[in-house]
Antibody, heavy 120, light 110 residues
Framework: QVTLKESGPALVKPTQTLTLTCTFS??????????ASWIRQPPGKALEWLAR???????FYSTSLKTRLTISKDTSKNQVVLTMTNMDPVDTATYYC????????????WGQGTLVTVSS | SSELTQDPAVSVALGQTVRITCQGD??????ASWYQQKPGQAPVLVIY???NRPSGIPDRFSGSSSGNTASLTITGAQAEDEADYYC?????????????FGGGTKLTVL
């Protein structure tokens, strides 16, 4: 059974750095073809893909946010970590982690999401 | 980066057929995948590839593609199908390894 769960602060202040952790089970990110992405959704708005890390440790970022994002994985802990620097109120959103296999945009399993509010 | 365009809202009478479309240049190169999202819940994959349904997705959901347009069809819409639907694809600009989502379509079942 594949599960993913996001964790991190519910509230961050403007200019702070956000660190989110996705803890998953039921698969290994060291298995060929496995990929894990972060996707966010501001309240009432559309989904936005942020970043992905692959089984071979390749990393990819949204062009519009790449200067602020870092993604990493700890295969032994079954975790993927996303950091986003210089947070702004417009970054207020529910942040999801999701798994894909081979084809990077077929997200077959998602976490429940975690709401992050950016406010002073 | 590439863009995917969806109609903001679509309605369908209970039991009727509805098509939700997604347009974008990247769809000439890549199949879309489709996600259903109900209020307060995470998205759920309903269609991927040429026309594949994950286990547990009813067969009233189907997908198709032509040119720069991908479509999600619900044949015999049920009340529980009322939700937001998102398409996505690889971004065909740049290195083709980024992902882009459409703006979403809110489906109302009347």
């Amino acid at each position: 059974q594949v599960t993913l769960k996001e964790s991190g602060p519910a509230l961050v202040k403007p200019t702070q750095t956000l660190t989110l952790t996705c803890t998953f089970s039921g698969f290994s990110l060291s298995t060929s073809g496995m990929r894990a992405s972060w996707i966010r959704q501001p309240p009432g708005k559309a989904l936005e893909w942020l970043a992905r890390i692959d089984w071979d440790d390749d990393k990819f970022y949204s062009t519009s946010l790449k200067t602020r994002l870092t993604i990493s994985k700890d295969t032994s802990k079954n975790q993927v970590v996303l950091t986003m620097t210089n947070m702004d109120p417009v970054d207020t959103a529910t942040y999801y982690c999701a798994r894909s296999q081979w084809e990077p945009h077929y997200f077959d399993y998602w976490g429940q999401g975690t709401l992050v509010t950016v406010s002073s | 980066s590439s863009e995917l365009t969806q109609d903001p809202a679509v309605s369908v009478a209970l039991g009727q057929t509805v098509r939700i479309t997604c347009q974008g240049d990247s769809l000439r190169s890549y199949y879309a995948s489709w996600y259903q999202q109900k209020p307060g819940q995470a998205p759920v994959l309903v269609i991927y590839g040429k026309n594949n349904r994950p286990s547990g997705i009813p067969d009233r959901f189907s997908g198709s593609s032509s040119g720069n347009t991908a479509s999600l069809t619900i044949t015999g819409a049920q009340a529980e199908d009322e939700a937001d639907y998102y398409c996505n694809s690889r971004d065909s600009s740049g290195n083709h390894l980024e992902v882009v989502f459409g703006g979403g379509t809110k489906l109302t079942v009347l």
